[in-house]
């Protein structure tokens, strides 16, 4: 399985940015994608941005509409890194952040189910 460090959470507020960070170790050649997830106290964790990272089209992404044009996911292979950029963002945004990574094709893209491979999370909390 892969380790997935996650750091960059922090306080801000309503129309600010933040950049989440991933760091990947382990076997990370068998990941086939990775994704942000974010979880709310007594909601359920919801999918966000995820990015194909297998065979020679990786880089293609999945955006839920709740962060679509305002967040973007990126990766550095050479870094084993992958990065959340959140901009404008909302109070609804206040959840704790998780990155993820699958090597399985059980669900969709966007759900939880899909990935094996999980970090401890970083809370990002949203003032207005």
């Known amino acids: 399985q892969v380790h997935l460090v996650e750091s960059g959470g922090g306080s801000v507020q309503a129309g600010g940015s933040l950049r989440l960070s991933c760091a990947a170790f382990?076997?990370?050649?068998?990941?086939?994608?990775m994704a942000w997830f974010r979880q709310a106290p007594g909601k359920e964790r919801e999918g966000g941005p995820a990015i194909y990272t297998g065979g020679t089209s990786g880089g293609v992404t999945y955006y839920s509409d709740s962060v679509k044009g305002r967040f973007t996911i990126s990766q550095d292979s050479a870094k084993a890194t992958l990065y959340l950029q959140m901009n404008s963002l909302k109070p609804e945004d206040t959840a704790m952040y998780y990155c993820?990574?699958?090597?399985?094709?059980?669900?969709?893209?966007?759900?939880?189910?899909?990935?094996?491979?999980w970090g401890q999370g970083t809370q990002v909390t949203v003032s207005s």
């Open positions: 382990g076997y990370t050649y068998s990941s086939q994608y």
């Open positions: 993820a990574s699958s090597t399985t094709t059980n669900g969709a893209v966007l759900t939880p189910t899909r990935y094996n491979s």
